[in-house]
């Protein structure tokens, strides 16, 4: 949440205005659960039958690596129940307007694949002591370096098949001076890579990412701390693996 204050409407209050509901995860993924629910009752409705059932499935954290468990207890459910799914859609995108000279409509991705994700903890050991004798540096001065090395040295672009796919899609969309490069990002990777220096949806998805997000070192503000870590957040893509990374 951060500062309260800077938040145009409390994070907690699910003020309604301008049209929305403004609050934390009104975007990550409340309102598409509440979009599913009333697309859902929209079509029982109108009498709507699908060719086969329908599930719904709902929890605190959808992720695999959830301290509850929500994940595989739907897994447990439907094998407990003898049902087999056709197939399972997480969350989805978002659909985005757009009125342009070729297209006017809704954008939607389909998404085909997801980024494995892993924490990665850097860490400094060191004698630790007072802050009026810090000596050569403290062990968080030494972490810092080391977090400046990693965001100095991101992974190298590439273009995956199923991006490229994805951006020949969105060309029909894409503004008339960056046409040709997702009508061709093979054959304009170079301009495809100065674009992802400028937009970070773009570089997302043209390498795996290392996001530094949090840090630890002393518990007061006079102490050396003996150990300081960092945690970086990385979304690995395909065709790079944990170790590979690490």
């Not at 795996?208 to 893509?237: E, F, K, Y």
Request: charged share 20%; aromatic share 8%; hydrophobic share 40%.
């Amino acid at each position: 949440v951060g500062d309260e204050s800077k938040w145009t409407h409390p994070p907690f209050d699910a003020q309604i205005a301008d049209g929305c509901i403004w609050g934390r995860g009104s975007i990550d993924c409340k309102q598409i659960i509440l979009g599913g629910m009333e697309s859902v009752e929209q079509l029982i409705s109108e009498g709507f039958q699908p060719e086969c059932d329908v599930y719904l499935c709902y929890g605190a954290n959808e992720e695999i690596s959830a301290s509850d468990k929500t994940a595989p207890m739907f897994v447990e459910y439907f094998e407990a129940m003898g049902i087999a799914p056709g197939f399972v859609m997480d969350e989805g995108h978002n659909l985005t307007p757009y009125d342009g000279p070729e297209f006017n409509g809704y954008l939607c991705n389909i998404d085909l694949g997801e980024k494995a994700r892993t924490e990665i903890e850097l860490y400094v050991e060191s004698a630790g002591g007072h802050a009026m004798e810090p000596g050569s540096g403290s062990a968080l001065g030494l972490l810092a370096k080391g977090i400046v090395a990693v965001e100095a040295n991101p992974f190298p672009y590439r273009l995956t098949p199923l991006v490229e796919t994805e951006l020949k899609a969105l060309a029909i969309a894409a503004p008339a001076d960056l046409k040709a490069v997702y009508q061709d990002p093979q054959g304009h990777f170079a301009e495809l890579c100065l674009l992802a220096k400028q937009d970070k949806k773009i570089d997302s998805l043209l390498h795996t990412t290392m996001a530094v997000t949090m840090a630890q070192g002393s518990s007061t503000s006079n102490i050396l701390p003996q150990r300081a870590s960092a945690v970086i957040d990385c979304r690995i893509m395909d065709g790079d693996t944990i170790d590979s990374v690490v």
